[in-house]
């Protein structure tokens, strides 16, 4: 990316739907080891998947109770794939990852009727990226970051892995507007007005995404509010068009005070995913570090020392 000013933009925001990247802090965590996983007993191909209830997932209170996440480990075609992933440009990590995605996990709702990745929350992206590489190196390969613990001092290795995940906390105040039948918010404001918001799925990252691409191309200045807000207020939909895009900036544009101030602050405590690593120390404390990846995006399926690691001396 060069350093121009609207392509700055164009990060800033792609940087928020990478939000999971993040730092930040928190506790709970799920931790449903592999082995507890139910194959799945049907298979369309010699490729085996593995069966994952949405309710783990970072975002899984906005899917309908009793889906399920179909994930299989990468290939190494996709893994070859994701290998060239530029980690210095933040548009790319994202579309890197969705190919994975693309690739690998598949939505099976409770009537039977199955989704693709596209349905995926666009904040469940990087939850769904460790738990593809946990079943794709279930024979060691871990990835970990060092801290020390400050109650002893020692060094202390967290993994990157579902069970060193903490998650951020929601605004509890959010909790009594949430409605289980639409998986959604329901908010009804002083003055009179009613939305529903709903955190965005990968299929509205994607097409918001190209929307940001071609305006950039155009040298034209996305408007980030806009696109802070509206991707939560599409509830039910997995694309929209350029045409579609511009019609609703328009609408957002004409918004009123109040309910833009409203959605501004109610969309603001909409962060979900990863937020830090924590473990407990040999000497029983607890200890946390931020989010990140030690050896870059790549370094999620790209071995890092694989040279030293496999070269027969
Ligand atoms: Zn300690």
Same mark, same amino acid.
């Given at each position: 990316?060069?350093?121009?000013?609207?392509?700055?933009?164009?990060?800033?925001?792609?940087?928020?739907?990478?939000?999971?990247?993040?730092?930040?802090?928190?506790?709970?965590?799920?931790?449903?080891?592999?082995?507890?996983?139910?194959?799945?007993?049907?298979?369309?191909?010699?490729?085996?998947?593995?069966?994952?209830?949405?309710?783990?997932?970072?975002?899984?209170?906005?899917?309908?109770?009793?889906?399920?996440?179909?994930?299989?480990? $990468?290939?190494?075609? /996709?893994? !070859?794939?994701?290998?060239?992933?530029?980690?210095?440009?933040? @548009? =790319?990590?994202?579309? +890197?990852?969705?190919?994975?995605?693309?690739?690998?996990?598949?939505?099976?709702?409770?009537?039977?009727?199955?989704?693709?990745?596209?349905?995926?929350?666009?904040?469940?992206?990087?939850?769904?990226?460790?738990?593809?590489?946990?079943?794709?190196?279930?024979?060691?390969?871990?990835?970990?970051?060092?801290?020390?613990?400050? $109650?002893?001092?020692? /060094?202390? !290795?967290?993994?990157?892995?579902?069970?060193?995940?903490?998650? @951020? =906390?929601?605004?509890? +105040?959010?909790?009594?507007?949430?409605?289980?039948?639409?998986?959604?918010?329901?908010?009804?404001?002083?003055?009179?007005?009613?939305?529903?918001?709903?955190?965005?799925?990968?299929?509205?990252?994607?097409?918001?995404?190209?929307?940001?691409?071609?305006?950039?191309?155009?040298?034209?200045?996305?408007?980030?509010?806009?696109?802070?807000?509206?991707?939560?207020?599409?509830?039910?939909?997995?694309?929209?068009?350029?045409?579609?895009?511009?019609?609703?900036?328009?609408?957002?544009?004409?918004?009123?005070?109040?309910?833009?101030?409203?959605?501004?602050?109610?969309?603001?405590?909409?962060?979900?995913?990863?937020?830090?690593?924590?473990?407990?120390?040999?000497?029983?404390?607890?200890?946390?570090?931020?989010?990140?990846?030690?050896?870059?995006?790549?370094?999620?399926?790209?071995?890092?020392?694989?040279?030293?690691?496999?070269?027969?001396?």
């Amino acid at each position: 990316m060069s350093d121009n000013k609207n392509e700055m933009s164009e990060e800033e925001y792609l940087k928020k739907h990478l939000s999971d990247l993040e730092i930040g802090k928190n506790q709970f965590n799920s931790d449903i080891p592999l082995s507890n996983a139910e194959p799945i007993v049907e298979k369309t191909s010699d490729l085996h998947y593995f069966a994952f209830d949405t309710s783990e997932l970072p975002c899984g209170k906005f899917y309908p109770v009793g889906t399920l996440l179909q994930v299989r480990s $990468a290939q190494v075609r /996709e893994i !070859q794939a994701y290998s060239m992933v530029d980690d210095n440009n933040f @548009y =790319d990590i994202v579309e +890197k990852m969705n190919g994975m995605l693309q690739s690998c996990v598949r939505v099976k709702y409770p009537d039977g009727k199955l989704g693709s990745y596209l349905e995926v929350r666009d904040q469940d992206r990087l939850f769904l990226i460790f738990l593809i590489r946990e079943l794709t190196f279930q024979q060691g390969n871990s990835l970990t970051v060092k801290t020390n613990c400050k $109650a002893c001092n020692s /060094e202390v !290795q967290l993994e990157l892995k579902r069970s060193c995940f903490s998650y @951020y =906390d929601v605004d509890p +105040k959010l909790d009594k507007f949430y409605n289980n039948h639409t998986c959604s918010f329901k908010f009804r404001l002083k003055n009179g007005k009613e939305f529903e918001v709903t955190p965005p799925n990968i299929g509205l990252q994607k097409s918001f995404t190209d929307y940001i691409v071609k305006e950039n191309n155009d040298k034209k200045s996305p408007n980030l509010s806009f696109l802070k807000i509206i991707p939560f207020m599409l509830p039910g939909r997995t694309s929209i068009t350029y045409d579609g895009i511009k019609s609703k900036l328009s609408e957002f544009e004409q918004m009123d005070d109040i309910s833009f101030q409203f959605l501004n602050s109610a969309i603001g405590k909409m962060t979900f995913g990863i937020k830090e690593l924590k473990t407990t120390c040999q000497c029983g404390e607890e200890v946390r570090t931020d989010m990140q990846f030690p050896n870059g995006a790549s370094g999620i399926f790209v071995i890092h020392d694989a040279f030293e690691a496999y070269i027969k001396e």
